[in-house]
C-alpha cells in the first residue's frame, strides 16, 4: 500500500472517529428552554457540511 493512500485512510478514520464522538456528546446534552430565541440548528448544519468538505478536499487531494 502506498504512503499517500496509507494516510488518507488513516485520515478517514480519525474523521470517522472524531464524528462518531461528537454524535455520542450531543445525544448526552439536554434540550435547550424554550423561552427566548431558540436556534433552529441551520449554523450547526452548515458548520458540519463545511467541515465534511474540507475533510472530502483533504482525502481528495491526499489521494490525488
Known amino acids: 500500500m502506498s ?15 472524531a464524528i462518531m464522538n461528537l454524535s455520542n456528546q450531543v445525544h448526552g446534552i439536554a434540550p435547550a428552554p424554550a423561552e427566548g430565541t431558540a436556534s433552529d440548528g441551520t449554523s450547526l448544519d452548515q ?3 463545511y467541515f465534511l468538505m474540507l475533510a472530502a478536499l483533504a482525502v481528495t487531494y491526499l489521494m490525488h
Open 3 to 17: 504512503s499517500g493512500r496509507s494516510q488518507a485512510l488513516s485520515l478517514l478514520g480519525l474523521l470517522l472517529l
Open 47 to 49: 458548520g458540519i457540511a
